[in-house]
């Protein structure tokens, strides 16, 4: 018992420690950051804050250090006794797995029967151990429980005290109840604000990681998309530079645009305010797919879809296309947009066998398929399961590959807010956004 005790005290002492380091660092500026989004919370609670109430026998210590008490040694031994189960009880209350040991309830038992000899044995200052029964009763016990054992350890130390002091021996009775109701108030209380707060760094934990992943997926899915622009623009170039001069500078231009433009979108990602246009995104669609060799069709029709549903499948634009460039060795690649009354579909196909465009590799259809799973078109699931959309992804039965993907007009963007915004929002840049590929929707023959 004794060593367990130490372990407790020597844990509480480092917690305690650690938690004057924390104040200290707070108060010199070191981590303001931390300190002015967590108020102060006081102490760590443990079980030092019962120890003072054992200042309540310091009646029945100086009865048997005047010699007042019969029997000095077996009062010596008892009180002993007494102390040292509440140290132990109170350093394994605020603990909840140990306060519901067994141990535990056995050491109450133990300490409600030497406090039962002491107080019938010597009476007067040893009936005060009652309110520290009832104050360890407090400690320990939680829940529908605490109310009835409450009572029976308070009636308890009434019909005790009354064989001493009569009627008086109330008294003794209200004050275990007392101290073993408020007991469990508080401490229930502190362990609630504990609990609480806990639960508020697990959520800004998650938040963070959250926040996280969607930063990664917007790298994702915007560098993919640029790198794979530049390279199939650099290999135009290379075809090109042999026999039309003019037409390679044309195209090192553009990589030099994309490559400006890329710079701005990575700073607008990092700082959490990149835009995204569906009609941006179809215009870089139709240059990069020509760039690649591959001849674009782009057909949109029904009402014009709400700025954030624009935004997300100007997303799954952007991947998909991507895909096509780098996987499919396809001649054509048709996109439609068809908004509906309930919801709006967007389907990007291709003719592709899974060579690679202008370089002769690449996967093949399955392998193409097996990509749906992948980093990029997970992502776009995950954001269009939020909105309570879908998307699918595989090969046509007569060759080529498609994705699809579905929102209803009417979509919930509580979470994905933030990643993109409207056409309309983008009208002010577009000129900006479009500049890079306004030279690169003339054909390229290889």
């Known amino acids: 018992m004794w060593t367990a005790v130490r372990c407790r005290w020597t844990a509480a002492r480092e917690q305690r420690r650690r938690w004057k380091a924390g104040r200290e660092r707070c108060r010199d500026g070191q981590v303001s950051e ?23 026998g310091m009646g029945a210590f100086s009865n048997l250090f005047q010699g007042e008490a019969a029997n000095p040694w077996i009062g010596g031994l008892g009180l002993l006794t007494f102390n040292s189960l509440y140290v132990y009880i109170a350093f394994r209350s605020f603990v909840k797995p140990a306060r519901e040991a067994t141990s535990t309830r056995v050491a109450l038992v133990l300490m409600g029967l030497v406090t039962c000899g002491l107080a019938l044995g010597y009476g007067g200052n040893w009936l005060l151990f009652f309110p520290l029964l009832g104050l360890a009763t407090g400690a320990v016990l939680r829940g529908p429980q605490l109310r009835t054992l409450g ?34 108030a508080i401490l229930s209380l502190s362990e609630a604000v504990r609990e609480l707060r806990a639960a508020r760094e697990e959520l800004a934990r998650r938040a963070v990681e959250e926040e996280r992943l969607r930063f990664s997926r917007d790298l994702h899915d915007l560098l993919g998309h640029t790198l794979s622009v530049i390279v199939v623009k650099s290999e135009a170039a290379r075809r090109l530079a042999p026999r039309d001069m003019d037409a390679a500078l044309s195209q090192v231009t553009d990589i030099e645009a994309v490559g400006r433009q890329a710079l701005t979108e990575i700073r607008e990602a990092v700082t959490g305010y990149r835009e995204g246009s569906l ?45 096509v460039v780098r996987h499919s060795g396809a001649t054509r690649c048709r996109i439609t947009v068809s908004g509906e009354p309930e919801q709006i579909r967007l389907t990007v196909t291709d003719d592709g066998t899974g060579a690679g465009a202008g370089t002769g590799t690449g996967t093949g259809a399955g392998d193409r398929c097996a990509q749906g ?9 995950e954001r269009l399961a939020t909105a309570g959309g879908s998307l699918t992804a595989g090969p046509e039965p007569h060759g080529g590959f498609t994705v699809t993907a579905q929102l209803p007009t009417a979509a919930d963007y509580s979470e994905s807010e933030g990643e993109g915004e409207s056409d309309s929002g983008n009208d002010s840049r577009g000129d900006h956004d479009r500049a890079p590929y306004a030279a690169t929707t003339h054909s390229l023959a290889p």
């Open 34 to 56: 931390d300190c002015e989004a967590v108020q102060d919370p006081g102490p760590p609670a443990n079980g030092f804050s019962l120890l003072p109430w054992l200042l309540m």
């Open 151 to 184: 009572t029976a350890v308070a009636v308890l130390a009434g019909a005790v005290s009354c064989v001493h002091d009569g009627w008086g021996g109330l008294t003794i009775a209200y004050a275990t109840w007392i101290s073993t109701m408020v007991t469990a």
């Open 279 to 323: 009609a941006t995104e179809l215009d870089r669609a139709r240059s990069a797919l020509t760039a690649a060799g591959v001849e674009p069709s782009v057909s949109r029709s029904g009402p014009p879809p709400q700025p954030q549903t624009a935004a997300l499948l100007g997303w799954v634009v952007r991947e998909a296309v991507t895909n």
């Open 373 to 381: 799973g992948g980093t990029g078109l997970t992502g776009l699931r």
